[in-house]
């Protein structure tokens, strides 16, 4: 594989094919998809258009299919303030998930790093500028914290050596990332949040205040289009 090259997510362990070329046991059978949701950021450079290359990349990962796009939101920087202003998405992908849950989300985790640093990702203080950041928030009814391999380790030195968690550890309490999944998902409850997608906006936007996320842009045939005021709220 090519440095840079997004790793295959593929079903491992295949077994002897015959027929058409698909495992006799498996003929006329649907493969297992599970809806995973990626959240996208970035703030430098022209982060929209990154954001747009970066959704065409998902999409165009074996085995993956885009199910939605959510709005583009402008959103205030968090943890550090002195830096320039994000834009945020939400994508649904359906994924394979053969042999396990697990398995697949470390494999897709291990893609997700792989086209950061494709796009230029460099290390920073946590909570800095990003040239794009690839978050998996929720991934099928899954809930588990285990061990990375290096291919799906984070490139922020603060949190290399921490487990990949599934939900994400923080999505709940982030507005940048409530706003645009409940965009996507209202009404889905992760495992162990105990409140919906739309509950837990609902509480951040009262927490945050609106003047922490504004939707700018709406996906449409591969690229965004502005807002008008009466898309925007």
Do not use: C
């Amino acid at each position: 594989m090519a440095d840079g090259a997004a790793p295959a997510i593929h079903a491992r362990g295949s077994r002897a094919t015959s027929g058409r070329g698909r495992p006799p046991a498996t003929r006329g059978r649907r493969s297992r998809r599970v809806r995973a949701y990626i959240g996208l950021g970035a703030n430098l450079g022209d982060a929209a258009a990154t954001l747009a290359s970066g959704i065409r990349a998902l999409a165009a990962l074996p085995g993956v299919r885009l199910r939605g796009v959510s709005r583009l939101y402008a959103t205030a920087p968090w943890g550090r303030p002195d830096q320039p202003e994000f834009r945020n998405a939400v994508v649904a992908l359906d994924v394979p998930v053969a042999p396990d849950d697990r398995t697949a989300a470390l494999d897709l985790m291990a893609a997700l790093k792989s086209l950061e640093r494709t796009f230029g990702r460099a290390e920073r203080v946590r909570w800095g500028p990003r040239e794009l950041d690839l978050d998996l928030l929720v991934f099928g009814r899954a809930g588990f914290s285990t061990e990375r391999p290096a291919a799906a380790r984070s490139t922020d030195p603060a949190k290399a050596g921490l487990p990949l968690t599934v939900p994400h550890p923080e999505a709940r309490h982030r507005l940048f990332v409530l706003a645009p999944l409940a965009d996507l998902a209202p009404g889905l409850a992760p495992p162990g949040w105990g409140e919906t997608v739309a509950t837990a906006r609902r509480r951040q936007l009262q927490a945050e205040g609106r003047d922490a996320v504004r939707p700018v842009a709406r996906w449409q045939r591969g690229e965004w289009r502005p807002l008008l005021d009466v898309d925007s709220t």
